[in-house]
Structures are given as structure tokens and as C-alpha cells.
């Protein structure tokens, strides 16, 4: 019986050990990312020219090879080429 007491004694300790040890904080400054896709993010400006609209960017490229920070945008209506200045 004291060898049950003793082993049940070291477990609880052993728990409580490992517990204290895995317990920890999280916190998010402003502008970071959030856990949840980024709730706490700020929103996103650009600034920039569209060169085509309803084009792919690969389109642009191949018509503009020299052509830099180019971003293809798409919606549900459509997508454009845009040229960020």
C-alpha cells in the first residue's frame, strides 16, 4: 500500500511539474497577425496603375517582359493587372 501511495504521490507531483512548465502567454501587438486569419491586421493600401483588365498577370509579362512589381488582383467580377508604384 505505501509503494500505491508513494507512486500516486510522485504522479500528482509530476503533473503539476509538467503543467506549470507548458502554461504560457500569447499576445499581439498592433498590425500583427492574429491567430484567426489575421483579425488584427490594418488595412492594405496601393497605390499603382492598372495596365489590363480581364488579362492574367503571365499575359502582362509575356506582353511587357521588362515590366516590374506587377500584382494580378481577381474579384468575383473579374480580375485586373496592376502596376505598384
Known amino acids: ?6 507512486t500516486l504521490k510522485t504522479t500528482v ?3 503539476l511539474m509538467l503543467a506549470s512548465i507548458a502554461t504560457g502567454a500569447q499576445g499581439f501587438a498592433p498590425g ?5 486569419g489575421g483579425e488584427t491586421r490594418g488595412p492594405v493600401q496601393l ?3 492598372v495596365v489590363c483588365a480581364k488579362c492574367t498577370l503571365d499575359e ?3 506582353a511587357q517582359p521588362h515590366a516590374h512589381d506587377l500584382y494580378e488582383l481577381t474579384h468575383r467580377q473579374g480580375r485586373v493587372v496592376l502596376k505598384v508604384t
Request: overall charge positive; hydrophobic content about 40%.
Open 1 to 6: 500500500m505505501a509503494t500505491v501511495s508513494k
Open 13 to 15: 507531483v509530476m503533473i
Open 32 to 36: 500583427g497577425t492574429g491567430a484567426c
Open 47 to 49: 497605390r499603382g496603375t
Open 60 to 62: 502582362v509579362r509575356q
